[in-house]
């Protein structure tokens, strides 16, 4: 079993529609947690950090993060057609390396 | 804002051949991360320098080797090259004053034929 879990999809959205994506992870020493966009044969793109549990937003993301249940999330509100990419969740423990797991990636389409 | 710089951007090399690629961090940053994706794939990540001294170890087969120089860009070496090398190979660098995000580069394209 991999140590982070991301559904690969693809998800297919309309336009303007709200966009949950989610990941789920079996090591509890995971403090950091990342969204990356990442669009075709192009480097991950940043998205999203948060540090424990809690919610954050920006714009029209919003990252949440259930550490008791090991689970997070991005929201994506009014999804528009240049969302469409691969979203990819990371994670990393409290340690001096600070190495990232990432998930699968999970491809959204956003339909026009 | 400087992001990390990988080069080269694409290169083809032949089966047992030896390929290198270099990355340059954003300044400042103190970690720097090889990671390795294959088509459809997750990035997986293969190795990783702190301040210089490599501080972790993931999937890297042992033909791969890499070094951070003292100027802080890093180089991945991979010889006895395998049509299964073929992949994008992501540098990043971290920033430990923003919640220890990392960034990427926009990846190096290699192709074994």
């Known amino acids: 079993q991999k140590e982070v879990e991301q559904d690969p999809g693809p998800l297919s959205v309309p336009e303007g529609a709200i966009v949950s994506l989610n990941c789920t992870y079996s090591?509890?020493?995971?403090?950091?947690f990342m969204w990356y966009r990442q669009y075709s044969r192009k480097g991950p793109e940043l998205l999203m950090y948060t540090y424990s549990s809690g919610n954050k937003e920006d714009g029209r993301f919003t990252a949440q993060v259930d550490k008791s249940s090991k689970y997070i999330s991005l929201f994506i509100r009014d999804s528009q057609p240049s969302d469409s990419a691969t979203y990819l969740c990371a994670m990393s423990a409290i340690s001096g390396t600070y190495k990232y797991i990432f998930g699968t990636g999970t491809r959204l389409k956003v339909l026009a | 804002a400087a992001g990390v710089i990988q080069s080269p951007r694409h290169l083809i090399k032949e089966k047992r051949e030896t390929a290198t690629l270099k990355c340059y961090p954003i300044?400042?940053?103190?970690?720097v991360y090889w990671y390795q994706q294959g088509p459809g794939q997750d990035p997986q990540f293969l190795i990783s320098f702190y301040e210089k001294m490599q501080s972790d170890k993931g999937s890297i087969p042992d033909r791969f080797s890499a070094q951070q120089f003292s100027d802080y860009h890093s180089e991945l070496n991979m010889s006895s090259l395998e049509l299964g090398d073929s992949a994008l190979y992501f540098c990043?660098?971290?920033?430990?004053?923003?919640?220890?995000?990392?960034?990427f580069g926009e990846g190096s394209w290699l192709t074994v034929v």
């Open positions: 990043a660098s971290r920033d430990r004053g923003r919640g220890n995000t990392i960034y």
């Open positions: 300044p400042r940053h103190d970690t």
């Open positions: 090591n509890s020493a995971f403090q950091y």
